[in-house]
């Protein structure tokens, strides 16, 4: 096997690619409005890894000659998160035939991938060296996509392709390469476009002369349970499949209006509550549970400033009370005024990092990860909290069903969640002035917990409301 140096994405790159593709896609280049999709963070491109890879590899072992690809295909095994670094290797050769893969540092596979190459034969035609502009992407749904078609002019900018993979560059035909990166602007711009996940795809080399201004699109098939959307292209050089998936929306939680509907006046009145990493989901909710019932609560958050600002206006503009705080839980209670901290009367703990599956196999660095929110902060923020407070406070800790499922999955943030609950423990016994509140809630409706297999998520204010009602009830 064959292992290169590791490859490490951050935003500028990712930007420029989008550039050089033309798929600007917000998952890709917008970590505000990445942050609140299926990943939770910024992707990078498919095409990019896979671009990337391959311009490695045939770095360690240039070509004799100019090549031209025959057939390439790849599949997209699971995304590369910003400041990811993955690592290409040559897993087979056989003849024209090059099979390779490319995994992170844990050795989680990120994609894989076959090419055929060949030499070169008569000059190729050119391809216009346009740059693109940044653009939204078309927002389709599966009633948008069924039977529908379409076609655009690919771009190529030799010299920004070539300052990116220069490998690549210098032995690969261009319109070829056009080709290929006019697969991402097609998903991540076009078809599905602004939900869509990249999930694979297949081009085999077709007959006839080359023209390099037109490539063509049409959708094959749609299946809405399975999420799954499929094209058949037609480019200059090539003709294939292309495999994706229409990920689910971002989660939109009650408005404070509907809230205000279900919350008896004053039912919390005057009650100061700290709502930790509440900026949107559970935590958004709860402010505006609290907020309704007459209470005064102050929201941190780390990131997803304009999340923020959006839930306080919501708020003040309804004729209730909310402040909003920036901090990093990590760094501690001092990350924010203290003032914020002075008289609470409960504290709502809600920071995390992004949950999403794992492979099973235990992880000891994740696991801190989880354990560096649910057990360390938590305690800290708590122990802080407290000696500010006026009579004694309430706190609610969100813990999970998980920890009873037993799903390999998601081992690392159940280990974290219980070993949170036995802290909760140790303070509800020994600490006079706390009293902790833990619930294991269900699967909820958040972003947290948005899929591309749809299953039961239960309403955030339904589950909320009445663990609000508790904890704010509490008495020392």
């Not at 890894?49 to 360690?60: E, H, K, P, R």
């Not at 900026?279 to 400033?305: F, L």
């Not at 839930?311 to 920036?326: K, M, P, R």
Request: proline share 4%; hydrophobic share 40%.
């Amino acid at each position: 096997m064959n292992r290169q140096e590791m490859k490490r994405f951050d935003l500028e790159d990712q930007r420029g690619f989008a550039r050089l593709s033309g798929d600007f896609n917000p998952m890709h280049v917008d970590p505000e409005r990445a942050r609140r999709e299926l990943f939770g963070e910024v992707v990078v491109h498919g095409i990019h890894v896979l671009l990337a890879s391959l311009d490695s590899l045939l770095a360690q072992s240039p070509p004799a000659a100019r090549m031209r690809i025959q057939e390439v295909e790849c599949r997209f095994q699971n995304p590369v998160l910003l400041g990811g670094e993955i690592q290409p290797n040559i897993v087979e050769r056989e003849g024209d035939s090059i099979c390779f893969e490319a995994r992170d540092v844990e050795g989680v596979l990120h994609l894989d991938a076959r090419i055929v190459l060949t030499n070169a034969g008569a000059e190729s035609a050119s391809v216009d060296g346009a740059r693109y502009e940044p653009a939204e992407p078309r927002d389709l749904g599966f009633v948008d996509l069924e039977g529908l078609s379409g076609h655009f002019e690919p771009g190529f900018d030799a010299a920004e392709f070539a300052a990116r993979f220069a490998t690549l560059s210098r032995f690969l035909d261009p319109v070829d390469l056009a080709d290929v990166l006019s697969l991402t602007r097609l998903v991540g711009m076009e078809c599905p476009g602004l939900q869509s996940i990249f999930a694979g795809f297949r081009l085999q080399r077709r007959s006839g002369k080359a023209s390099a201004s037109r490539f063509d699109w049409k959708v094959r098939e749609c299946n809405e349970r399975f999420s799954m959307v499929k094209l058949d292209v037609v480019g200059a050089h090539f003709e294939g499949a292309i495999e994706t998936f229409l990920r689910p929306r971002v989660e939109t939680q009650p408005s404070i209006e509907s809230v205000v509907a279900r919350i008896p006046s004053g039912a919390f009145t005057d009650q100061r509550v700290l709502v930790v990493g509440g900026n949107r989901g559970i935590g958004e909710v709860t402010a505006k549970v609290i907020a309704a019932g007459g209470g005064r609560p102050i929201v941190t958050y780390r990131s997803g400033g304009h999340d923020a600002a959006r839930l306080q206006d919501e708020i003040v503009s309804a004729g209730f009370s909310c402040e909003i705080a920036s901090a990093d839980v990590l760094e501690g209670p001092g990350a924010i005024d203290a003032a914020h901290l002075a008289a609470l009367h409960s504290l709502y703990f809600y920071a995390s990092p992004r949950i999403l599956k794992q492979s099973g196999t235990f992880r000891r660095a994740l696991f801190d990860d989880f354990s560096g929110f649910y057990v360390e902060a938590f305690h800290d923020w708590v122990k802080r909290a407290a000696e500010s407070a006026d009579e004694g406070l309430r706190v609610f800790y969100p813990s999970s069903t998980m920890v009873e499922d037993h799903d390999a999955g998601f081992v690392e943030y159940a280990a974290a969640k219980r070993a949170g609950e036995s802290v909760c423990g140790t303070m509800n016994r020994h600490w006079n002035n706390v009293k902790v509140h833990v619930e294991r809630l269900p699967k909820l409706a958040t972003d947290q917990t948005l899929s591309l297999i749809r299953s039961r998520r239960m309403p955030v204010l339904e589950a909320i409301q009445p663990v609000v009602e508790t904890v704010q009830s509490i008495k020392f």
